[in-house]
Each structure stands twice: as structure tokens, then as C-alpha cells.
């Protein structure tokens, strides 16, 4: 164990606009529209609204898991300590481990996706897309090292003007759909799949619930609950209203595209609006960078902390920030991006990312059941209404649609998202087994030597 009285600590300077802004931005990334694309393969335009809003009414109940869980444990490594609370120290620190490579991989999916938007907008081929991709990784590095108060302004204004242009150009289309060929597709590719269809529904508020990483830097802890709140009915609207919109305009074809977003507003607005909607993509990759280096590098920086990664993750620059963790993720990002433009990619990344999420759902369904009969006694400032039964059929539900989500690729069926799961996980669970011990000992023996210097220096002061 580290000694932690010895670190810099972070800064609590995060604002309840800033901390919504964050749990909404991180949400609402430019794989989003993938991933309605792929969920009108599976249901009707004009009916798809219904599973965003299903998904986001279950959300809810996820959302009054992580608060009660969140509640407990109030740091930015939250969710390793209730893992590690309600199961096994190493298949809590795997599970832990899998979901910030997951979060990584995410990140870098939706770096290649704005690439190819803007590669599309300009005509350009796929190094230059990378060349864009990295200029936004650098703008998001940049401003993550400047500190969390100017990260979350950058948060805040970035996503009121997405979820307005996204609303606004979602609701013109819906009015006027464009070319009457068009109109004809409207439900073509559609499987009928509404469990499929349930789980793309909620795909799209995947990442709402990081913001839990950022509960030592919020003004208040009451804060996290309410963004979460916010991000969940943001979504909600925002992300029915365009996938409306997205089956109102465009063909099976056009679906599938990496940019389909860009084609919605061109149907809609002409190439004027397609330029808009580029600048839109492009900002979300802001919301998406941003919020998500700011999320996971507090993350990495309280796991290193606990000393189960390599301790110059703890370093903070002047403005505590952790800023190995936030060049890491920019270059790792960066890396992971390249690979997705080569190997294209990016759908099974949508499915994977999807199972995730529904994993690490059903494993906080799974410790709050745990908790509360473990722990009955502890503090929790808020509580998941329906406690024990709700929790444990969360974790059931959930479990079952993790399992769905990573057998299938849009409307076939595909074991690529599995194997690509079973790999993150067993290149984590060897980190686990074989380094960790390592660290650990190393952590305790210059702890002690730090303790023995103390004492040393007691005495010679004593003398």
C-alpha cells in the first residue's frame, strides 16, 4: 500500500454544470451515430425512438446504482473499490482493468469515425483523416494539462452546442426528409430485432456513468448524482429526435457508412448542412477526448495510487493534473485510431463496447445485492429504490444482454466482439497475476524504508 499522505492530491473545482456536461459529452460521441444506425437495421425509423427511450428509462435504474455505490466510496477510483468490496481482489482489479481498456478502445473507435467525416467533407484519403485525428488528440491533451476547471468550461460549451445543433438539425430533417427516392428505403434492412434494437438503445448512453471518476475533484458529492440525472434526459431527446431523422432520410446503404450523420444533414440541409454537422462531429470528438482523458486518467492515477499500476501515474503537474495518464491515453488513443482506419473495424468495436457496458452494469447490479447484505450498516447518502430484488435483476438482465451484444454485428450474427473481449481480458488477468505482486512488494518495501527514515530522523532529532 502506497503512502498516501505523502501525495498531492487533486483539486475539487468541478462545477454541477461542468461534472453534467462531462456525463452528457462523454456520451454523446460520433460512434453514437453508428450505433443508431445499426439500431435501425434492427427497427423502423419512425418507431425507434421507443428504444432509446426504453433504454434510457433502464438507465435510470443504473444511474441510482452507480449513485449509491458512488455515495460509498466517493474517490476517483470508485468503482475498483466496490468491486474489490464485493468479490475477489484480483477479479475485481481484472474486471476493473478490462473496462479502462474498453473506455480506451472506445476512444479510439471514435477518433477514426470523426477521421473519416472529415476525410469524406474534404475529399481526402485515410492518412490525412489520421492527420485530423491527431491534431484533436493534441487539442484534447492540451486542455485535459491545463487543468479540470478549464477542462469542464471546455466540456460545457462544447456540449450545449452539439445537443442543440444535433436537435435542431435532427428536427429539420424530420420535416423535410429530402429526396423522395429516400423515402421509399424507410424500414428497409429492418430485422424486427427488438432485443437487439433495446440493446443499441442503450449503447447510446454508454459512458454517462464516468463521470463517477471525477467525485474527488466535484465542489459538492451531491453533484455526480444529479449529472448522471441531466446526461440520461439530455440523451434521451437529443439521441430519439436524430434517429428519427437518420430513418426519415437515409437508405439501408448510407446506414452503414461511417458517417452517416453527415449524410442526415446533407439530405436534409444540402451542403451547407453537411458542413455544419462535420463541425458538430468534430466538436463531439472534443466532448469525447476531453471528458474522457479527463475521466480515465483520474482513474488510472487513483488505481496507481493503491499501487496495482506503476507508480509515475501518481505524478501531478502544477495544476493536479496527472499528467502521465493524460499523454499515455493521447498517444495510446492515437495508435488504437491508426489500427481501426487499417483494419475498418469500427462495427465490431460498436458491439464490444456495447457488451462492456452491459457487463459493467450488471456487475454494479451485482454489488449493490452484494453490499447490501455484506456491508448493511455502511453509509449510503442515496439508495437504490427496489434495493435487493431490483439489483439482482439489473444483474441478471444485464448479464444476458452482454452476452447478446458481444455474439453479434449489427443484424448478423459474429464472434469477433467475444474474441475481442476474451483477449482484453486475459491480457489483463496476466497483468494481474504476474506484475501487481510485483508492484506490491516493491510499494511495501520502500514504504517501509520511507517509515524507517522517519523514525531514524525522530531520533536523531530527539538526541
Given at each position: 500500500?502506497?503512502?498516501?499522505?505523502?501525495?498531492?492530491?487533486?483539486?475539487?473545482?468541478?462545477?454541477?454544470?461542468?461534472?453534467?456536461?462531462?456525463?452528457?459529452?462523454?456520451?454523446?460521441?460520433?460512434?453514437?451515430?453508428?450505433?443508431?444506425?445499426?439500431?435501425?437495421?434492427?427497427?423502423?425509423?419512425?418507431?425507434?425512438?421507443?428504444?432509446?427511450?426504453?433504454?434510457?428509462?433502464?438507465?435510470l435504474a443504473v444511474r441510482s446504482v452507480f449513485a449509491e455505490l458512488n455515495g460509498m466510496h466517493p474517490t476517483a477510483a470508485g468503482i475498483r473499490l466496490w468491486l474489490a468490496r464485493?468479490?475477489?481482489?484480483?477479479?475485481?482489479?481484472?474486471?476493473?482493468?478490462t473496462y479502462m481498456v474498453a473506455i480506451v478502445l472506445v476512444i479510439a473507435a471514435d477518433?477514426?469515425?470523426?477521421?473519416?467525416?472529415?476525410?469524406?467533407?474534404?475529399?481526402?484519403?485515410?492518412?490525412?483523416?489520421?492527420?485530423?485525428?491527431?491534431?484533436?488528440?493534441?487539442?484534447?491533451?492540451?486542455?485535459?494539462?491545463?487543468?479540470?476547471?478549464?477542462?469542464?468550461?471546455?466540456?460545457?460549451?462544447?456540449?450545449?452546442?452539439?445537443?442543440?445543433?444535433?436537435?435542431?438539425?435532427?428536427?429539420?430533417?424530420?420535416?423535410?426528409?429530402?429526396?423522395?427516392?429516400?423515402?421509399?428505403?424507410?424500414?428497409?434492412?429492418?430485422?424486427?430485432?427488438?432485443?437487439?434494437?433495446?440493446?443499441?438503445?442503450?449503447?447510446?448512453?454508454?459512458?454517462?456513468?464516468?463521470?463517477?471518476?471525477?467525485?474527488?475533484?466535484?465542489?459538492?458529492?451531491?453533484?455526480?448524482?444529479?449529472?448522471?440525472?441531466?446526461?440520461?434526459?439530455?440523451?434521451?431527446?437529443?439521441?430519439?429526435?436524430?434517429?428519427?431523422?437518420?430513418?426519415?432520410?437515409?437508405?439501408?446503404?448510407?446506414?452503414?457508412?461511417?458517417?452517416?450523420?453527415?449524410?442526415?444533414?446533407?439530405?436534409?440541409?444540402?451542403?451547407?448542412?453537411?458542413?455544419?454537422?462535420?463541425?458538430?462531429?468534430?466538436?463531439?470528438?472534443?466532448?469525447?477526448?476531453?471528458?474522457?482523458?479527463?475521466?480515465?486518467?483520474?482513474?488510472?492515477?487513483?488505481?496507481?495510487?493503491?499501487?496495482?499500476?506503476?507508480?509515475?501515474?501518481?505524478?501531478?503537474?502544477?495544476?493536479?493534473?496527472?499528467?502521465?495518464?493524460?499523454?499515455?491515453?493521447?498517444?495510446?488513443?492515437?495508435?488504437?485510431?491508426?489500427?481501426?482506419?487499417?483494419?475498418?473495424?469500427?462495427?465490431?468495436?460498436?458491439?464490444?463496447?456495447?457488451?462492456?457496458?452491459?457487463?459493467?452494469?450488471?456487475?454494479?447490479?451485482?454489488?449493490?445485492?452484494?453490499?447490501?447484505?455484506?456491508?448493511?450498516?455502511?453509509?449510503?447518502?442515496?439508495?437504490?429504490?427496489?434495493?435487493?430484488?431490483?439489483?439482482?435483476?439489473?444483474?441478471?438482465?444485464?448479464?444476458?444482454?452482454?452476452?447478446?451484444?458481444?455474439?453479434?454485428?449489427?443484424?448478423?450474427?459474429?464472434?469477433?466482439?467475444?474474441?475481442?473481449?476474451?483477449?482484453?481480458?486475459?491480457?489483463?488477468?496476466?497483468?494481474?497475476?504476474?506484475?501487481?505482486?510485483?508492484?506490491?512488494?516493491?510499494?511495501?518495501?520502500?514504504?517501509?524504508?520511507?517509515?524507517?527514515?522517519?523514525?531514524?530522523?525522530?531520533?536523531?532529532?530527539?538526541?
Amino acid at each position: 500500500m502506497t503512502d498516501s499522505s505523502a501525495q498531492p492530491a487533486l483539486r475539487r473545482a468541478l462545477s454541477f454544470t461542468g461534472a453534467s456536461a462531462i456525463s452528457t459529452g462523454l456520451a454523446f460521441a460520433a460512434i453514437n451515430f453508428l450505433g443508431l444506425g445499426q439500431l435501425l437495421t434492427h427497427v423502423s425509423g419512425p418507431m425507434s425512438w421507443l428504444a432509446i427511450v426504453a433504454g434510457g428509462l433502464i438507465l435510470l435504474a443504473v444511474r441510482s446504482v452507480f449513485a449509491e455505490l458512488n455515495g460509498m466510496h466517493p474517490t476517483a477510483a470508485g468503482i475498483r473499490l466496490w468491486l474489490a468490496r464485493a468479490m475477489p481482489d484480483k477479479a475485481a482489479l481484472t474486471i476493473t482493468l478490462t473496462y479502462m481498456v474498453a473506455i480506451v478502445l472506445v476512444i479510439a473507435a471514435d477518433a477514426y469515425i470523426i477521421g473519416e467525416a472529415l476525410a469524406y467533407a474534404f475529399g481526402n484519403g485515410r492518412l490525412i483523416a489520421v492527420g485530423y485525428v491527431a491534431a484533436l488528440l493534441g487539442l484534447a491533451t492540451w486542455l485535459n494539462l491545463r487543468g479540470i476547471k478549464l477542462a469542464g468550461a471546455a466540456e460545457r460549451i462544447v456540449t450545449t452546442v452539439v445537443v442543440l445543433a444535433t436537435l435542431v438539425i435532427g428536427i429539420i430533417a424530420i420535416a423535410h426528409p429530402g429526396h423522395p427516392a429516400h423515402h421509399a428505403a424507410l424500414g428497409a434492412g429492418s430485422s424486427s430485432s427488438p432485443i437487439q434494437a433495446l440493446v443499441l438503445g442503450i449503447f447510446v448512453y454508454t459512458g454517462f456513468e464516468w463521470v463517477t471518476t471525477n467525485a474527488e475533484e466535484v465542489t459538492e458529492p451531491r453533484i455526480i448524482p444529479r449529472a448522471m440525472l441531466v446526461a440520461v434526459l439530455v440523451l434521451a431527446v437529443s439521441q430519439s429526435v436524430f434517429a428519427v431523422a437518420m430513418g426519415a432520410t437515409l437508405d439501408g446503404a448510407s446506414l452503414g457508412t461511417a458517417y452517416p450523420q453527415l449524410l442526415v444533414a446533407q439530405q436534409a440541409l444540402g451542403h451547407a448542412g453537411m458542413l455544419v454537422m462535420l463541425v458538430v462531429t468534430a466538436l463531439t470528438a472534443v466532448n469525447t477526448f476531453n471528458g474522457g482523458f479527463v475521466t480515465l486518467s483520474r482513474f488510472m492515477y487513483a488505481v496507481a495510487r493503491e499501487g496495482k499500476l506503476p507508480r509515475p501515474l501518481t505524478r501531478l503537474n502544477a495544476r493536479a493534473v496527472p499528467v502521465v495518464p493524460v499523454w499515455l491515453l493521447g498517444g495510446a488513443c492515437l495508435v488504437l485510431a491508426a489500427v481501426v482506419a487499417a483494419t475498418g473495424s469500427f462495427a465490431a468495436l460498436v458491439s464490444l463496447a456495447a457488451a462492456l457496458e452491459m457487463g459493467i452494469y450488471a456487475a454494479a447490479g451485482y454489488c449493490v445485492w452484494r453490499l447490501r447484505r455484506r456491508e448493511p450498516e455502511a453509509a449510503r447518502p442515496y439508495r437504490l429504490r427496489g434495493g435487493v430484488p431490483l439489483a439482482a435483476v439489473l444483474t441478471v438482465v444485464f448479464a444476458l444482454l452482454a452476452l447478446l451484444a458481444s455474439v453479434s454485428v449489427g443484424p448478423e450474427i459474429s464472434a469477433v466482439p467475444l474474441a475481442l473481449l476474451l483477449g482484453c481480458a486475459g491480457l489483463v488477468a496476466i497483468y494481474v497475476w504476474t506484475c501487481v505482486p510485483r508492484l506490491e512488494r516493491r510499494e511495501a518495501e520502500e514504504l517501509a524504508a520511507r517509515r524507517a527514515a522517519r523514525a531514524a530522523a525522530r531520533k536523531a532529532a530527539q538526541r
